[in-house]
């Protein structure tokens, strides 16, 4: 919008005394026509700042300056929801070729039939014992501190003691 149109002052369909800028206007409609409720007044079905009377709503639609802009966007949309319909029906027909190439599979592997496929956890729980929880949302920073050291000299000593045997 260039700056002529922005200063552009526009007269009010509700009441003639009215003469507002352009770009205060829809807020201006907006107000005006809950002050003034005339049935003879339309808004444009392509711009919302088109207030037209009733006896020439009809003219108006045929001619609307922003019936080109309008329509143009609705058919870019269009057009793009159609490619998109068209991508997304191509993406199922890919996936349901994969879907179907991969029932025809066939595996000699049967995990749940083969005890010796699973791995010895022992190892594991050895690792968990290490781990301590300190809840620290009561304490003050001094005990926190203390909790942590002591912590860390626990931790220090079984890995010290682990490696030495």
């Known amino acids: 919008m260039s700056d002529t149109e922005k200063n552009d002052m526009l007269i009010c369909p509700y009441n003639k005394a009215h003469v507002v800028s352009n770009l205060r ?4 409609l907006r107000n005006c026509r809950n002050s003034y409720k005339r049935n003879d007044i339309k808004v444009c079905q392509f711009n ?3 207030h037209i009377a009733e ?3 009809a003219s108006h639609l045929e001619h609307c300056p922003s019936k080109v802009q ?4 609705v058919e870019t949309s269009k057009r793009k929801f159609k490619n998109d319909e068209e991508t997304i029906k191509n993406e199922r027909e890919k996936r349901s070729k994969i879907d179907n190439a991969s029932g025809n599979f066939q595996s000699d592997d049967e995990w749940d039939n083969n005890p010796q496929n699973f791995q010895d956890k022992s190892g594991i729980d050895k690792f968990n014992s290490n781990i301590h929880i300190v ?8 005990k926190r501190e203390a909790a942590t ?3 860390y000299e626990k931790v220090l000593n079984k890995n010290c003691d682990s490696e030495l045997s």
């Open 55 to 57: 006896s020439e709503y």
């Open 48 to 50: 919302s700042t088109h």
């Open 149 to 151: 050291k002591a912590h």
């Open 25 to 28: 206007m829809p807020k201006h």
């Open 70 to 73: 309008t329509m143009l966007l």
């Open 135 to 142: 809840h620290f949302q009561h304490m003050t920073k001094s």
